[in-house]
């Protein structure tokens, strides 16, 4: 169940709420906020649009390092990136094998 999030509400969930606790933006789809022992993150549970319905979760930062405003723009543009097929996680790079390396020089 989403709940309407705001910064003094996000203030109090990490003494208010037990480790575990998930609770979910009712404006941002998929933004949420995981309580842990000693803190609290926000995170965003979304999907990437490139055919393989792979659901993935994105942490975006702390709650007492970032605010509810910046938290929701970052879902914003990751939300975004999601819908274009791109997995913001872990960019893809070329890695050159041996037979690369000593055929010629690698274009990085």
Do not use: C, F, W
Not at 11 to 29: C, F, L, M, T
């Amino acid at each position: 169940m989403a709940t309407k999030l705001t910064q003094s509400v996000v203030d109090k969930i990490r003494h208010d709420q037990e480790a575990g606790k998930q609770i979910y933006d009712a404006s941002v789809s998929g933004l949420r906020i995981v309580v842990g022992k000693n803190s609290a993150s926000y995170k965003l549970m979304g999907r990437i649009n490139d055919g393989t319905d792979r659901y993935i979760s994105l942490l975006i930062g702390r709650t007492d390092e970032v605010s509810l405003k910046s938290a929701r723009e970052r879902a914003h543009e990751l939300r975004t990136i999601l819908r274009s097929g791109t997995d913001p996680r872990a960019p893809k790079v070329k890695i050159p094998n041996l037979k690369e390396v000593a055929d010629g020089p690698v274009a990085v």
